[in-house]
């Protein structure tokens, strides 16, 4: 039997929203509306606080992100959470600078691997697209499984955050554990706004991927000079891989070797090659688990030794 992987409830029934506008007389402007930046992923339903349809017609379930600025400025600098859950940060917020201008960052986990980004705009639409793997451990148990939450993030026009209860997705581990297996959630969000007659669509996508990996035990790396004759080999364990990785000068690629360990206890060796390309830094990608099953990605700066 292989793992399986299904949706077990759509908590959000319409991921899509669609822009229902109120002109502003004197601007010739919409009001702006909440917009989608990205996902909040848990292994529990989140608890989100409790309004009336009189205080809020549209959302009546909200779980409020906390900002703390740690004394700066600098939005990078920013701590960003959702005050009595846990889960996996995974989003695109927008920030007004001192002087007025607009800018995207990037709040994301190490539980995220495989990241990629984009942006798309011309005068009639902006679109922010964010995508990710969260792996998993799969355990070969029969009772063992995983549950996922993809709670959609939005931002208001005040730069507060909220998180909407998401779709559930059922993520079994048990009979013949198979590395590799994936499923993917995906949500969508947009909104319209009109500024001196032109409409501007803006649309964020998300997709989320949770794909098993087989345990790491031991990661290895091993330089490697131009004839290919290794010249030093370090072993780490998974969570000991160190940040910051000094190559010797004469080193022409770093050989990382990955030993993984499946749930029948076998053994399985995985190469990747990390070029020296005359640059001054390089990175090298390792993961290490988590005590709930998911698995931590970790970079390693390279930093290649000068002839």
């Given at each position: ?6 949706i ?53 379930n ?19 959470s ?107 969000g ?19 991927r ?72 390089g ?16 970079d ?8």
């Amino acid at each position: 039997m292989r793992n399986l992987f299904r949706i077990f409830s759509l908590l959000l029934p319409a991921m899509l929203l669609s822009a229902c506008s109120l002109a502003v007389p004197d601007g010739g402007e919409d009001k702006e509306e909440d917009r989608m930046i990205g996902a909040y992923i848990t292994q529990e339903v989140i608890d989100v606080e409790q309004f009336s349809d009189e205080d809020l017609p549209d959302f009546q379930n909200r779980l409020y992100a906390s900002i703390v600025k740690n004394g700066s400025e600098d939005s990078s600098d920013w701590s960003i959470s959702f005050p009595g859950s846990e889960g996996i940060r995974f989003f695109a917020p927008f920030w007004t600078a001192p002087d007025g201008h607009s800018y995207r960052d990037n709040v994301v986990d190490a539980k995220i691997g495989e990241r990629d980004f984009s942006v798309s705009e011309s005068d009639e639409e902006e679109t922010i697209g964010l995508s990710g793997t969260i792996y998993v451990l799969p355990y070969g148990k029969p009772e063992k499984e995983f549950h996922f939450y993809v709670n959609p993030v939005y931002q208001t026009p005040d730069e507060e955050f909220y998180a909407l209860p998401g779709s559930g997705y059922l993520l079994q581990t048990g009979g013949e554990a198979v590395e590799g297996e994936q499923v993917s959630a995906t949500l969508s969000g947009e909104i319209s706004q009109t500024v001196d007659g032109k409409t501007k669509v803006k649309r964020t996508n998300v997709t989320v991927r949770f794909q098993t990996m087989y345990r790491p035990v031991k990661i290895a790396l091993c330089q490697m000079d131009a004839e290919h004759q290794m010249l030093k080999k370090q072993a780490y364990k998974p969570e000991e891989v160190p940040d910051t990785f000094h190559a010797q000068a004469e080193t022409a690629y770093i050989l990382v070797e990955t030993e993984k360990e499946s749930p029948a206890g076998e053994k399985e060796v995985f190469r990747e090659i990390c070029e020296n390309t005359q640059e001054s830094e390089g990175v090298l990608e390792s993961f290490c688990a988590a005590k709930d099953g998911t698995l931590i990605k970790r970079d390693t700066k390279v930093v290649w030794g000068m002839k």
